[in-house]
């Protein structure tokens, strides 16, 4: 069992790195302002929304035992600190897990 460990972390982290360095040696040539960059910007986005919807409408694990209105309410109070502290990720982050662990154990 611990060599199919051990092979998983070393496949994992081939595909990651080597996907990274080949990303490297690409950007050299990708402008910020071409019209393939901000597409794949714009995809990149719309698949992050997609999933953090996905983990609202309908949740896996413990989260399941969540109601739905909590759910919402602590993406939209984690949204508003995300653009108070001038789209920092730590705060709203760090907000949404304690908010939520409240709103399970006390609501």
Do not use: D, H, Q
Not at 24 to 44: D, G, H, M, P, Y
Not at 88 to 98: D, E, G, K, L, Q
């Amino acid at each position: 069992m611990s060599i199919n460990i051990l092979l998983s972390i070393i496949v994992t982290s081939l595909a990651t790195y080597v996907s990274r360095f080949l990303g490297v040696l690409s950007s050299v040539r990708i402008k910020e302002t071409s019209k393939l960059f901000r597409w794949f910007n714009c995809l990149a986005y719309a698949t992050l929304a997609a999933l953090i919807a996905r983990t609202i409408i309908f949740p896996v694990g413990v989260l399941s035992e969540a109601s739905y209105l909590s759910r919402v309410l602590v993406v939209l109070l984690s949204l508003g600190i995300f653009f108070i502290s001038r789209k920092n990720f730590v705060y709203p982050t760090i907000f949404s897990a304690i908010s939520m662990a409240f709103l399970n154990n006390y609501f």
